[in-house]
């Protein structure tokens, strides 16, 4: 699964992207941020507080109840501050 | 048919020209509501902003831009629309973004105009880092931004 970071998330995770194989019992968006939490303290910092986490698959916004799969581009970004 | 242009860029743009395309060369359209957002040199605590920069997420925020300007001409009879929204460090005084919006009649224009612009605010995935003397920081998302956005929900 490839991973994108951006903004203050992009600095803190220090990347802007990354690969990772799709653990087999991770199965919906929320899972997929506990498993991403359970990667370091970057990780569990940055994603601490789900109410500024937003997460879009394959360019489109997602919910925690969303469907992941390996083959999915998963964007991680805090709440958009354009216009 | 639907007529849109969207487009995300780094270039600045004219919004007189761009307005004016909206009824060139036709003579059914009664409206023409614009907005042209810029960047201010100061912040909302006061202190002197020396500059922005507008980073994007470029696969999804075309899409996600096209996706919102559907939206509007779903809910409104619309002839017309433009979105053009910078990317990149724009200065104070610079354009940021513009909405323009055609249609036979003025409260479809006004509405689909505040629409287009409470939708890109809380979904466009843009991100503004402002630099002022005390260092770069992210802007936060403001909470009157999403209640804007969420009076339009049915």
Redesign the interface.
């Known amino acids: 699964m490839k991973l994108?970071y951006?903004?203050?998330m992009r600095e803190r995770l220090g990347r802007d992207e990354e690969t990772i194989v799709l653990p087999s019992d991770v199965r919906t968006v929320g899972e997929l941020l506990d498993h991403l939490r359970g990667r370091g303290h970057a990780y569990a910092q940055a994603l601490a507080d789900p109410r500024?986490v937003r997460v879009?698959i394959n360019?489109?916004?997602a919910k925690l109840h969303d469907p992941v799969r390996d083959a999915d581009?998963v964007?991680i970004?805090?709440?958009?501050?354009?216009? | 048919m639907i007529f849109m242009r969207v487009r995300v860029q780094a270039d600045d743009f004219d919004p007189g020209q761009e307005i004016a395309r909206l009824t060139q060369g036709r003579a059914d359209v009664g409206a023409v509501a614009s907005f042209v957002g810029c960047v201010r040199d100061r912040d909302d605590q006061g202190r002197v902003i020396k500059a922005m920069t507008l980073e994007q997420y470029p696969a999804m925020t075309q899409a996600e831009m096209s996706r919102i300007a559907h939206e509007a001409q779903a809910r409104w009879p619309l002839q017309d629309l433009t979105i053009l929204h910078r990317h990149g460090r724009l200065e104070p005084g610079a354009r940021i973004v513009l909405v323009a919006v055609a249609s036979a009649h003025r409260q479809a224009a006004f509405e689909a105009c505040a629409f287009l612009m409470d939708f890109l605010k809380t979904r466009a995935p843009f991100w503004k880092k402002e630099e002022t003397d005390e260092g770069a920081q992210w802007v936060s998302a403001k909470e009157s931004d999403d209640l804007a956005s969420e009076r339009w929900n049915p």
């Open positions: 994108l951006f903004a203050w500024i879009a360019h489109t916004y581009e964007a970004f805090p709440p958009v501050t354009g216009g």
